[in-house]
């Protein structure tokens, strides 16, 4: 049953914690305001949506994407020819890694990280090649009230160097498997710091804000003295019950929040081809 309290489309969660399909929606006209005021706050709502059926030229995922802010140019991703604003993630039948092949949050290790992804799929495998994303609002409210007091000042510092510097490229099968895939690693020097526990900028609710992807240690601490923690909250946050999982179609397309949400491309379609097109939005300072 769809959600009664969207009436300009129909509404479909998927798990009690996040993701929710729309249905009614044709993102290739101009979508009239009242109904991409409801299409914001299911993003709120539900920090990762998804649309299907959707038919886009590159201008039309330009001009969806433009209504959500300014467009971020990733540094690191090869764009499609025609269109530089327009990141390619990319899959040959030949090559085996994929991008972004275990959990993580993207742009974290920016100091003032995108908002999310809008991810159009113009080619997907028969069978395979899903997305799971995982709820860090229900990560940080499933801690114990004595955690949540002790992460609550703490800080934590991100980087992209081992991800897309030069140290990932000097390991050979990363760059010749992925190497024509992402680019530019002398861009991958800056690090970022974030409170651990953000103030989502639209919801107000609290998230947990570390990633097993990118986030290196708690800020004034040793690398050594983070693991232990991190990895215990890096565990808890992908409990199942915190996660969904999408399962594309060509011409399907998600909206996601890096601020609330982890995801993982699952590395399950080997010998076929996955081709889709991503749009990531600025965001704001975290705090
Ligand atoms: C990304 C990413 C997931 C996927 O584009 O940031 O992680 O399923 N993609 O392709
Ligand atoms: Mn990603």
Not at 79 to 95: F, L, M, T, W
């Amino acid at each position: 049953m769809p959600r009664v309290d969207y009436t300009t489309f129909d509404l479909h969660p998927m798990t009690m914690t996040l993701g929710a399909e729309i249905h009614g929606v044709d993102l290739g006209l101009e979508v009239a305001e009242d109904q991409f005021n409801e299409i914001r706050r299911a993003f709120t709502e539900f920090s990762v949506i998804f649309f299907r059926d959707q038919h886009l030229t590159p201008d039309q995922h330009i001009a969806f994407a433009s209504r959500w802010g300014e467009i971020n140019v990733n540094r690191f991703f090869k764009a499609i020819d025609s269109h530089p604003v327009i990141a390619e993630v990319r899959k040959e039948p030949d090559q085996e890694t994929n991008i972004g092949g275990s959990w993580h949050t993207d742009h974290s290790y920016d100091q003032v990280p995108a908002t999310g992804s809008i991810l159009y799929a113009r080619q997907v495998p028969e069978i395979g090649g899903d997305t799971q994303f995982a709820s860090m609002y229900a990560a940080y409210d499933g801690l114990s009230d004595g955690l949540k007091r002790m992460l609550e000042p703490l800080r934590a510092t991100h980087s992209s160097r081992h991800a897309f510097g030069r140290t990932a490229y000097r390991i050979q099968q990363y760059s010749d498997d992925v190497g024509d895939r992402l680019g530019n690693p002398d861009a991958a020097t800056q690090d970022a710091d974030h409170p651990v526990v953000i103030q989502h900028p639209l919801s107000g609710r609290k998230a947990l804000y570390v990633n097993p992807g990118f986030t290196i240690r708690f800020s004034g601490w040793s690398d050594e003295e983070s693991r232990p923690l991190l990895e215990y909250l890096y565990r808890q946050a992908t409990k199942p019950e915190y996660t969904c999982r999408f399962h594309w179609q060509k011409n399907s397309l998600a909206l996601w929040d890096n601020r609330a949400t982890w995801h993982q491309a699952l590395n399950d379609y080997p010998g076929q081809r996955r081709l889709m097109h991503r749009i990531t939005i600025e965001g704001v300072p975290l705090e």
